[in-house]
């Protein structure tokens, strides 16, 4: 019944910025935790960055100091600024929300938004 919906992907030139949102709807209560997560074909999804309920944010080494993680609550939405990107960025991002219930953790996924960058 969640929906998490990505949008802001597309074509940029290396050290360009892309802004990724990521609007959740279908439901009124908070999640514990929501990231960021990319995906290259043929390679396992990867973590890119993390933000907690309480508002801590964790990166992967990756992208540290060039990837910012935010949410807006009263708008329902997470982002992902990401500048100075490279092409080895390029990938498909997902948003994620995630949920602590019965000793799990239980993920809920967006659809995607292909960012490519070229050099």
């Known amino acids: 019944q969640v929906q998490l919906v990505e949008s802001g992907g597309g074509l940029v030139q290396a050290g360009g910025s892309l802004r990724l949102s990521c609007v959740v709807s279908?439901?009124?209560?908070?999640?514990?935790?929501m990231g960021w997560y990319r995906q290259v074909p043929g390679k396992e999804r990867e973590f890119v960055a993390r933000?907690?309920?309480?508002?801590?944010?964790t990166y992967a080494d990756a992208v540290q100091a060039r990837f910012i993680i935010s949410r807006d609550n009263a708008k329902n939405t997470m982002y992902l600024q990401m500048n100075s990107l490279k092409p080895e960025d390029t990938a498909a991002y997902y948003c994620?929300?995630?949920?602590?219930?019965?000793?799990?953790?239980?993920?809920?996924w967006g659809q995607g938004t292909q960012v490519t960058v070229s050099s």
């Open positions: 994620s929300a995630h949920k602590w219930m019965r000793s799990r953790w239980r993920d809920t």
């Open positions: 933000l907690s309920s309480s508002g801590g944010t």
């Open positions: 279908g439901t009124t209560f908070s999640f514990d935790a």
